[in-house]
């Protein structure tokens, strides 16, 4: 079982950035698909992005295109959300999450379902 913990969270002001990581324990040689995920108070929890652990291509939210760029260690298990531009719709509780599989799809990377591996979260904040 994959574990993940998130670290990176914080306060900043919009048009500001902020580099949040996940590190991941339990990887075995099997393909996985690890992903961003944030949830804003009142909302439902909404996929960000997506990147393939074996193969690095990665998909976005149409919200954060441009502005958000996942990336990954693979020698330390680690990942990455690299996020510039921020807005203050950007402030939400954001989450890793990981399932098997090499390759991340548009048609499933948003699905809460599909990942089995979850991690606690950590709070990001962009102030006006």
């Known amino acids: 079982q994959v574990q993940v913990v998130e670290s990176g969270g914080g306060l900043v002001q919009a048009g500001g950035s902020l580099r949040l990581s996940c590190t991941a324990s339990g990887l075995t040689t099997d393909g996985y698909a690890m992903a961003w995920f944030r949830q804003a108070p009142g909302k439902e929890r909404e996929g960000v992005s997506c990147?393939?652990?074996?193969?690095?291509?990665?998909v976005y939210a149409a919200s954060v295109k441009g502005r958000f760029t996942i990336s990954k260690d693979n020698a330390k298990n680690t990942l990455y959300l690299q996020m510039n531009s921020l807005k203050p719709e950007d402030t939400a509780m954001y989450y890793c999450?990981?399932?098997?599989?090499?390759?991340?799809?548009?048609?499933?990377?948003?699905?809460?379902?599909?990942?089995?591996?979850w991690g606690q979260g950590t709070q990001v904040t962009v102030s006006s």
């Open positions: 990147i393939s652990w074996t193969f690095g291509s990665a």
């Open positions: 999450a990981a399932r098997r599989s090499t390759f991340c799809s548009a048609s499933w990377f948003q699905l809460l379902d599909e990942y089995n591996s």
